[in-house]
């Protein structure tokens, strides 16, 4: 099991900037592929960026490319997601995901079959 806490969510003015993170606990998180997704009412779970068990590898939907930057830090067992030039679309409530996907330092398929989800934080864009 992995256990998964996102924070840093909130309210905040288009263009502005919030960085989002997500604590895990549980079994070894550095052997997880980690994701964030977003979800709107009536709207599908989307991925925004996903990240590979050595941070070697990341990819990021068109919508956010340039804006939006996943990182991790494994020794903290943390993945964040810093977004930038924060827009009214970006409302969403955000969620991090775990998939074990180890050894090989690759992305897992940019789908939402994750293992693990969080509670999800909300972001509110402003305009």
């Known amino acids: 099991q992995v256990q998964l806490v996102e924070s840093g969510g909130g309210l905040v003015q288009a263009g502005g900037s919030l960085r989002l993170s997500c604590a895990a606990s549980g079994r070894i998180f550095s052997r997880h592929a980690m994701g964030w997704f977003r979800q709107t009412p009536g709207k599908e779970r989307e991925l925004v960026a996903a990240i590979s068990w050595s941070g070697g590898r990341t990819a990021s939907a068109d919508s956010v490319k340039g804006r939006f930057t996943i990182s991790r830090d494994n020794a903290k067992n943390t993945v964040y997601l810093q977004m930038n030039s924060l827009t009214p679309e970006d409302t969403a409530v955000y969620y991090c995901?775990?998939?074990?996907?180890?050894?090989?330092?690759?992305?897992?398929?940019?789908?939402?079959?994750?293992?693990?989800w969080g509670q999800g934080t909300q972001v509110t864009v402003s305009s």
């Open positions: 995901a775990a998939k074990f996907y180890y050894p090989v330092d690759i992305l897992p398929p940019l789908t939402n079959d994750y293992d693990y």
